[in-house]
């Protein structure tokens, strides 16, 4: 979710210099507007079309074959069976060591066109050059496009029909079977036994938090990321996933001066107590501060939770697929069960 030092960005699209007109101009007339917009032959499915949380029917005269996503998205879709469809991909792909950002799950990130690892970064002239089918990708606020910048959207969008899904003010569950849908639209079997028997461990974890809460009444957990400046709590009634849990029986800690679309409460480092907490969920995000780095904030340090070394990460954009969602439950009753009263 957009939380801490994500929503901070929505501020900050400016980071990209949009390719200009005449740029575009030269790259359609090099590959083809038609021959961008059309579908690769022979898929034989007829006539395709998904209606997306923004109510904007996407349609092209064959099922897509070349689909860009943003990463998260694209891996969501590989559990639900896609593979080949996805060409592009964009958002944090691979680390500063070469290896996969945890973002890309099972995405062979050497076999698809990264049009920009961080956020602010879309090319243009790479994404015009993959003769792109069909865009998809999270939708956090109405009409925001997640990692598309929005200087650059009136160039992107027109190159190929796009589908945005709701990833936040809904539980989890929410955007997972939307993005089934639309997996299972674009050719995926979601009767196949990856797809079963990842959804048949997705409700085991999910039936493994209820217990654990109940087991272990009274944890108070509070999710959170870290910036130099700022300690950020997050809302459970605006996150996806803190509000999946809240639904399982998790009491979350809800901030009460909310900023930035209610998603979190910005805090100085000298008022991260301010609300006790018996278990933390700390952004696991490359762009946020690690338990590493918290070492030198005194404040940090003298939280109960951190004390007690009841710190377990959390993935503030989670991948909505039960494959990569499932893990996140388990981490969750593991932490809960064997968390203690510290607040």
């Avoid at 349609?59 to 969501?76: Q, W, Y």
């Avoid at 090319?123 to 109405?142: F, G, I, N, Q």
């Amino acid at each position: 979710m957009p939380d801490a030092l994500s929503a901070r960005r929505l501020s900050r699209r400016g980071l990209l210099a949009a390719g200009g007109a005449a740029t575009l101009a030269t790259l359609l007339a090099a590959c083809g507007k038609d021959e961008a917009a059309k579908p690769a032959a022979g898929n034989g499915s007829g006539p395709w079309s998904f209606t997306d949380d923004r109510g904007t029917k996407a349609e092209a005269p064959a099922r897509p074959t070349r689909v860009v996503a943003f990463t998260g998205v694209a891996a969501a879709l590989i559990d639900f069976g896609l593979d080949k469809q996805l060409v592009g991909v964009f958002g944090e792909t691979k680390r500063a060591d070469g290896t996969a950002d945890p973002q890309a799950g099972d995405l062979n990130v050497e076999g698809v066109e990264i049009l920009g690892n961080v956020w602010g970064e879309f090319s243009l002239e790479k994404y015009a050059a993959l003769r792109p089918e069909l865009l998809v990708t999270h939708m956090y606020d109405p009409d925001a496009l997640w990692y598309v910048p929005d200087e650059s959207k009136t160039k992107i969008l027109p190159l190929a029909p796009s589908v945005a899904i709701t990833t936040a003010r809904v539980p989890m569950t929410k955007p997972i079977e939307r993005y089934a849908a639309l997996a299972e639209s674009l050719g995926a079997d979601l009767s196949a036994k990856k797809v079963t028997d990842a959804k048949a461990r997705f409700d085991a974890a999910a039936e493994a938090v209820r217990q654990a809460v109940k087991a272990n009444p009274g944890i108070k957990v509070m999710a959170c990321s870290g910036s130099p400046d700022l300690f950020y709590v997050s809302n459970p009634k605006v996150s996806t996933d803190l509000m999946y849990f809240a639904e399982l029986g998790v009491d979350i800690v809800v901030p009460t001066k909310l900023e930035a679309g209610d998603y979190f409460e910005a805090l100085s480092w000298e008022n991260t107590g301010k609300f006790p907490a018996d278990l933390i969920l700390l952004d696991n995000r490359s762009t946020a501060l690690q338990p590493k780095d918290l070492t030198a904030k005194p404040t940090w340090q003298q939280l109960p939770a951190v004390k007690a070394n009841q710190v377990t990460p959390w993935d503030a954009v989670p991948r909505f697929s039960y494959a990569g969602s499932a893990p996140l439950l388990e981490n969750l009753a593991t932490a809960i069960r064997n968390a203690k009263k510290v607040s």
